[in-house]
């Protein structure tokens, strides 16, 4: 699967590169065996003006896939390439992953008509299903709106059907092979939202490393000389007083109660509990988050209640707790348990 976050910038970015009369070329890892920086599905922008937006491989490949992607601006053709990066006497890359990656280079073109309706999904926040002809560059899109399906017929019904059933469960994209042919299947969903309540200046560095480890970020703060784009620049704002709030908005979402205030703290935490939380992690001690909860009237079993939140690295400053936070986080929505990489021979499995 594919974040819709990095793919709503990287269309920011495209629609600049079409404005300014340049070409754009969405270079996808579409496949990965063995030792990879990133999952299929990863995707980068190249265009004719020289922009690179986005990372494959950290910084190991992208020079050589910009050369690759001259030759997409000159044809506007789909192309598909295989890197083998055990053979590094063949490349000369000196690259550290050993791992065989496949990759797509796809001319995003202004007029196609697909493409500004991926634009308008990705704008609306919407999820979807990207499907690629790997032979000819044929696109086509699931949308899943009001548990209505629309999708381009070009697709043999098969590859449609899968590619429905992958959607709600696909964790990384894939690619299908049928009739002497093969398929990339990407389902683009939202990223999970984290509500931060509490605008303080630890809320800071966290909110902001919470927006790139892929989270949707929303402040929930009264005080909007703190709760604006100046201080959370990648962040939604709400300054609304929470009695007047739609709590429904808030439904699943992932929670950091941080307000410093015990009765703004108790008002946000019950909110975050009656809202089907997926997680709720709350700043401060133990026996500080047991007297909120039971002045409230829950218990710490009424949710996914952490507290304190983090991870037990030592944290101090605000940008260590921040991480400490978004550590613990990334290991809920991964389903990882915290520990060493150390001496695993397989990371992303």
């Known amino acids: 699967m594919s974040r819709l976050q990095e793919f709503q910038e990287l269309f920011q970015h495209i629609r600049i590169a079409h404005e300014n009369n340049e070409q754009a070329v969405l270079v996808i890892l579409a496949d990965a065996k063995g030792s990879a920086?990133?999952?299929?599905?990863?995707?980068?922008?190249?265009t004719s003006g020289g922009t690179m937006v986005g990372t494959i491989s950290g910084g190991c490949l992208e020079t050589d896939l910009?050369?690759?992607?001259?030759q997409v601006f000159k044809t506007n053709q789909l192309m598909t390439l295989q890197y083998d990066l055990s053979e590094t006497e063949i490349w000369s890359l000196g690259i550290g992953c050993k791992g065989n990656l496949e990759f797509i280079f796809l001319p995003i073109l202004p007029q196609n008509l697909l493409f500004n309706k991926i634009g308008e999904l990705l704008t609306l926040n919407?999820?979807?299903?990207?499907?690629?002809?790997?032979?000819?560059?044929?696109?086509?899109?699931?949308?899943?709106?009001?548990?209505?399906?629309?999708?381009?017929?070009?697709?043999?019904?098969e590859i449609v059907e899968y590619a429905l059933d992958a959607m709600p469960k696909q964790t990384r994209a894939e690619i299908i092979s049928t009739e002497n042919n093969r398929y990339y299947i990407d389902a683009v969903k939202p990223s999970e939202r984290l509500i931060v309540a509490g605008a303080g200046k630890d809320a800071i560095p966290l909110a902001e490393l919470a927006y790139k480890a892929g989270f949707s970020v929303t402040v929930l703060d009264t005080r909007s000389q703190f709760n604006?784009?100046?201080?959370?620049?990648?962040?939604?704002?709400?300054?609304?007083?929470?009695?007047?709030?739609d709590g429904e908005e808030f439904s699943n979402a992932w929670w950091i109660i941080m307000n410093h205030h015990q009765e703004k703290d108790e008002a946000s935490l019950k909110l975050a509990i009656e809202q089907s939380p997926h997680y709720i992690g709350v700043l401060g001690p133990t026996y500080r988050?047991?007297?909120?909860?039971?002045?409230?009237?829950?218990?710490?079993?009424?949710?996914?209640?952490?507290?304190?939140?983090?991870?037990?690295?030592?944290?101090?400053?605000s940008e260590e707790v921040a991480i400490s936070i978004i550590s613990e986080l990334m290991c809920l929505r991964a389903g990882r348990i915290p520990n060493y990489l150390h001496g695993k021979g397989k990371i992303h499995a």
């Open 126 to 157: 919407l999820p979807f299903t990207l499907i690629i002809d790997m032979k000819d560059g044929a696109i086509s899109v699931i949308e899943t709106e009001l548990n209505e399906v629309s999708v381009n017929n070009i697709f043999p019904e």
């Open 66 to 70: 910009y050369e690759w992607a001259n």
């Open 289 to 317: 988050t047991n007297e909120m909860l039971e002045n409230i009237g829950y218990t710490v079993d009424s949710a996914r209640i952490h507290s304190p939140v983090g991870l037990d690295i030592g944290a101090e400053s």
């Open 37 to 46: 920086y990133r999952l299929p599905g990863t995707k980068m922008l190249m």
């Open 228 to 245: 604006n784009a100046q201080f959370f620049p990648n962040a939604k704002h709400i300054t609304r007083d929470l009695e007047h709030l």
